[in-house]
């Protein structure tokens, strides 16, 4: 479970109540197999089938080049700002698609604002590099409509894009459409299926000329993109006595916490898969522990610098001002397995090269249950401590420095998934990403380490 917030900890606090309101990894090699449960092996097998279902709604016949071809589509629910409802979507394979690929869904009001929601098929369970000749795969896709959509209706338009040519070297290539069927083909290439007309929270429908066409108010918006800014700092004090590391966070909890309770897309993250990340400074090392809960704590890559993202994993991208934008990624798997990588660029070099790179980190990590035990768990706590020295510092960085850096956490049973990633600071589905991300500032405030408190009944400490 995740230890309650500290009232010191506004920014953590700030986190947690625009969730309350409303509120990928490192690149899987194409073709990867992830370990799947029973459920998860009888939940492919219930979404792949022989035909398509007698009612469906919309019949649409989309071809992808000689691929895909989608039959057709049901939307589940009311589309209403503030709510969510189920895109259902129909594809027949006609031939394999190799490489590693991805399906996109934009909900979109053209020229003002995009929402994505990209994934692998079938909850991140099977993805379409892997879908065999003749099946009929469902796909459903939750669409969260955002409580602040200006506009009263919405396009909803998809595809499919190379996601391993994007991470290997940006590149942006899609399936191209051979025929639309019943759909319109943008000019980007993008299929448009349908526009939504959007009601309020409250259901009601929305009136021309009425209400429901006023702008939202720009001070309200101003507001809430301040709000979004703040959440996105965090203050990195000083540590008077070092932690030991252990793997326990008992002598953290008096320090303020970054909440990790979205996706990468910016949609709440399920409440089983939350946690908080923590960082201290002194004048050697960087400290960082980080909690999650987590009911099947899993990682059967035990190597350090191996695929850890496959699993249970959590990971911290750092970049330092003044190294001319070369970027630190470290990761600390339950298993106490760990990865760290320096990069130049944007995925440069392949991280089978960038992870020669050695942090000198130590690391220990405990669990609440088994790791890799079929069972019921309750969660995970990874600590460590990194040299400055090694991240390319001759000493610890002066009080006022800002790194640019992110906090995410990939949950074993979607690790092909966003709705199974969390993070500090949402800016999509590449991790790797880190303009417009989170800011560490080196702090001089003190955060001498407190004796632990009495755990609370809903959030006892992992032991």
Same mark, same amino acid.
């Given at each position: 479970?995740?230890?309650?917030?500290?009232?010191?900890?506004?920014?953590?606090?700030?986190?947690?109540?625009?969730?309350?309101?409303?509120?990928? /990894?490192?690149?899987?090699?194409?073709?990867? !197999?992830?370990?799947?449960?029973?459920? !998860?092996?009888?939940?492919?097998?219930?979404?792949?089938?022989?035909?398509?279902?007698?009612?469906?709604?919309?019949?649409?016949?989309?071809?992808?080049?000689?691929?895909?071809?989608?039959?057709?589509?049901?939307?589940?629910?009311?589309?209403?700002?503030g709510g969510t409802f189920d895109l259902v979507m129909y594809y027949r394979v006609d031939q394999p698609v190799q490489g590693d690929w991805k399906i996109f869904v934009h909900f979109e009001?053209?020229?003002?604002?995009?929402?994505? %929601?990209?994934?692998?098929?079938?909850?991140?369970?099977?993805?379409?590099?892997?879908?065999?000749?003749?099946?009929?795969?469902?796909?459903?896709?939750?669409?969260?409509?955002?409580? $602040?959509?200006?506009?009263?209706?919405?396009?909803?338009?998809?595809?499919?894009?190379?996601?391993?040519?994007?991470?290997?070297?940006?590149?942006?290539?899609?399936?191209? @459409?051979?025929?639309?069927?019943?759909?319109?083909?943008?000019?980007?290439?993008?299929?448009?299926?349908?526009?939504?007309?959007? /009601?309020?929270?409250?259901?009601?429908?929305?009136?021309?000329?009425?209400?429901?066409?006023?702008?939202?108010?720009?001070?309200?918006?101003?507001?809430?993109?301040?709000?979004?800014?703040?959440?996105?700092?965090?203050?990195?004090?000083?540590?008077?006595?070092?932690?030991?590391?252990?793997?326990?966070?008992?002598?953290?909890?008096? @320090?303020?916490?970054?909440?990790?309770?979205?996706?990468?897309?910016?949609?709440?993250?399920?409440?089983?898969?939350?946690?908080?990340?923590?960082?201290?400074?002194?004048?050697?090392?960087? %400290?960082?522990?980080?909690?999650?809960r987590d009911e099947d704590v899993r990682n059967s890559h035990t190597a350090n610098d191996s695929e850890l993202w496959e699993g249970d994993n959590v990971e911290l991208f750092l970049r330092?001002?003044?190294?001319?934008?070369?970027?630190?990624?470290?990761?600390?798997?339950?298993?106490?397995?760990?990865? $760290?990588?320096?990069?130049?660029?944007?995925?440069?070099?392949?991280?089978?090269?960038?992870?020669? %790179?050695?942090? /000198?980190?130590?690391?220990?990590?405990?669990?609440?249950?088994?790791?890799?035990?079929?069972?019921?768990?309750?969660?995970?706590?990874?600590?460590?401590?990194?040299?400055?020295?090694?991240?390319?510092?001759?000493?610890?960085?002066?009080?006022?420095? @800002?790194?640019?850096?992110?906090?995410?956490?990939? $949950?074993?049973?979607?690790?092909?998934?966003?709705?199974?990633?969390?993070?500090?600071?949402?800016?999509?589905? $590449?991790?790797?990403?880190?303009?417009?991300?989170?800011?560490?500032?080196?702090?001089?405030?003190?955060?001498?380490?407190?004796?632990?408190?009495?755990? @609370?009944?809903?959030?006892?400490?992992?032991?």
């Amino acid at each position: 479970m995740v230890a309650a917030l500290s009232s010191r900890a506004p920014l953590a606090l700030l986190a947690l109540a625009l969730l309350s309101l409303g509120a990928e /990894g490192c690149r899987r090699p194409a073709g990867s !197999q992830i370990v799947l449960t029973k459920d !998860q092996e009888q939940q492919i097998s219930e979404n792949v089938l022989t035909a398509p279902p007698a009612g469906l709604q919309n019949k649409v016949d989309c071809k992808f080049e000689d691929k895909l071809t989608l039959l057709g589509y049901d939307i589940k629910g009311q589309p209403k700002k503030g709510g969510t409802f189920d895109l259902v979507m129909y594809y027949r394979v006609d031939q394999p698609v190799q490489g590693d690929w991805k399906i996109f869904v934009h909900f979109e009001a053209p020229g003002k604002r995009r929402q994505p %929601f990209d994934h692998y098929g079938v909850g991140g369970l099977y993805p379409v590099g892997q879908w065999k000749k003749g099946e009929i795969i469902r796909d459903v896709v939750q669409v969260q409509v955002p409580a $602040d959509w200006s506009e009263n209706s919405a396009q909803v338009l998809i595809g499919f894009f190379d996601w391993g040519l994007y991470t290997t070297s940006q590149g942006d290539r899609r399936l191209k @459409v051979a025929s639309p069927g019943t759909t319109t083909v943008q000019g980007d290439g993008r299929v448009l299926l349908t526009t939504v007309q959007l /009601g309020s929270e409250g259901g009601e429908q929305p009136k021309a000329g009425g209400a429901g066409n006023e702008p939202t108010p720009k001070i309200d918006m101003q507001v809430a993109a301040a709000m979004a800014n703040m959440v996105k700092q965090y203050s990195v004090g000083k540590v008077a006595t070092a932690p030991v590391i252990d793997g326990k966070d008992d002598e953290w909890q008096q @320090v303020p916490a970054i909440a990790v309770a979205i996706q990468p897309s910016g949609q709440p993250l399920a409440n089983n898969l939350r946690g908080q990340a923590r960082l201290q400074w002194n004048a050697e090392n960087l %400290f960082f522990t980080a909690r999650f809960r987590d009911e099947d704590v899993r990682n059967s890559h035990t190597a350090n610098d191996s695929e850890l993202w496959e699993g249970d994993n959590v990971e911290l991208f750092l970049r330092l001002p003044g190294q001319d934008g070369k970027y630190y990624e470290l990761q600390f798997s339950p298993n106490g397995a760990h990865f $760290d990588a320096m990069f130049t660029a944007p995925r440069t070099p392949k991280w089978e090269e960038a992870s020669k %790179f050695d942090s /000198g980190m130590e690391m220990k990590t405990t669990t609440e249950g088994t790791v890799n035990a079929d069972g019921a768990d309750v969660g995970f706590v990874v600590e460590a401590k990194i040299p400055w020295k090694n991240l390319g510092l001759t000493a610890a960085p002066p009080v006022g420095t @800002v790194i640019e850096s992110n906090v995410y956490r990939i $949950d074993d049973k979607g690790a092909h998934d966003m709705g199974h990633m969390g993070t500090w600071a949402a800016v999509g589905g $590449d991790f790797h990403k880190l303009d417009g991300a989170g800011k560490l500032t080196i702090s001089d405030r003190a955060t001498a380490p407190a004796a632990p408190s009495a755990p @609370v009944p809903a959030a006892a400490p992992i032991k």
